[in-house]
């Protein structure tokens, strides 16, 4: 990211570009030729995604079992669209029963795989399989699952998946990786009315990002050479080996935190091992025993959100900070503020 900055229309940047969107179809475990990376965070990912396939009156059905479930469906009303959403209790996944009697006419079945706000994992074939049976298109959100836990986007039946740099291929923020179904290409194509948003619209992303490199804005030159080496050493890792490590680690993290008297909130049999919300020993005060890790030792770990907030962390253990020593000195830190 340090290197001297190329022009978005340079030779040597536009063949860079085809290298991500070569190893972000590897990542993302498809053959969509609508691959590439969208300029802003994964919330960008989100509306993309959701600008692009829905239109007013669409029906939209939306999972919802946290934070980042609630904003899809906020971002489903401002595109126009009729949301019909399906609750489930938080740390729990929303069960596929509980979709069906909402699918009837839905244009679109959004959800999240990896919730960042519980910690819990979304089983995704079921619901999936159940939405396209229906017909409606899928829409799921990877931004902490990509790289970190297994995400199979073709072989699940998904049409748009979506991520974010930060969390487990280990770039910083400002990219979203994003992924389109020729299914969903056709029901972009076949839109009545414009995209909303001229900036996130793909049928004009794509003349950029394909053959044609018909400019559109100017790209985050430097993102991108962080997101090529990063997609790198995920790709020299191997996707396998990495989905092994997160999930050994996690559990290694798990049992120990456990011992200190720490409490998953995900339900058993559906906590994610990258990103564990733990309510605290004790009742102790989590957001000045944060500050103190963060003060003492320097390690941030994130606050609880909603029902969560003031009584739980959120432990990410991602991608290159998903290692022995980190989470050895973790521990050591935790157990000095705990006294």
């Known amino acids: 990211m340090a290197r001297p900055l190329l022009g978005h229309l340079d030779p040597e940047f536009l063949s860079m570009m085809d290298e991500v969107r070569d190893m972000l179809r590897r990542t993302f475990k498809t053959a969509n030729e609508t691959t590439f990376a969208v300029s802003g965070t994964g919330s960008a990912g989100m509306e993309a995604a959701l600008v692009n396939l829905l239109e007013p009156g669409d029906i939209a059905v939306v999972g919802i079992a946290g934070v980042f479930g609630e904003r899809m469906a906020e971002v489903a009303r401002r595109c126009g669209a009729q949301v019909r959403e399906v609750r489930a209790e938080w740390g ?58 297994p995400v199979e986007t073709d072989a699940w039946g998904v049409d ?12 910083p923020p400002g990219l979203a990786p994003i992924t389109f ?64 490590r997160h999930e050994r680690l996690g559990a290694v993290l798990a049992k120990e935190l456990d011992a200190l008297g720490f409490e998953q909130f995900a339900q058993d049999g559906f906590r994610l091992p990258q990103l564990q919300a733990v309510r605290l020993p004790g009742g102790r005060d989590a957001d000045a025993l944060r500050r103190e890790l963060l003060d003492r030792f320097d390690v941030e770990v994130g606050g609880g959100l909603g029902p969560l907030a003031g009584t739980a962390w959120r432990i990410g253990l991602m ?12 521990l050591d830190a935790i157990r000095e503020v705990l006294g």
């Open 92 to 149: 729990t996944p929303i069960e596929p029963a509980r979709i069906v009697p909402h699918l009837d006419g839905a244009k679109v079945l959004a959800f999240v795989h990896a919730e960042t706000s519980t910690g819990t994992r979304q089983p995704v074939e079921p619901l999936a399989s159940l939405g396209r049976d229906a017909g409606a298109m899928i829409v799921v959100d990877a931004v902490t699952s990509l790289a970190g836990i």
């Open 160 to 171: 748009v998946c979506y991520s974010g740099t930060q969390k487990c291929l280990s770039v």
């Open 319 to 330: 991608g290159e900070s998903c290692h022995e020593d980190a989470i050895e000195f973790l």
């Open 181 to 244: 179904s020729p299914r969903a290409v056709e029901a972009i194509a076949a839109r009545r009315s414009p995209v909303q948003s001229w900036y996130l619209d793909v049928s004009l992303l794509t003349r950029y990002w394909g053959s044609e490199r018909v400019y559109h804005h100017t790209a985050p030159i430097s993102m991108l050479l962080g997101l090529h080496e990063g997609l790198r050493l995920v790709l020299e890792e191997g996707l396998e080996t990495r989905w092994a």
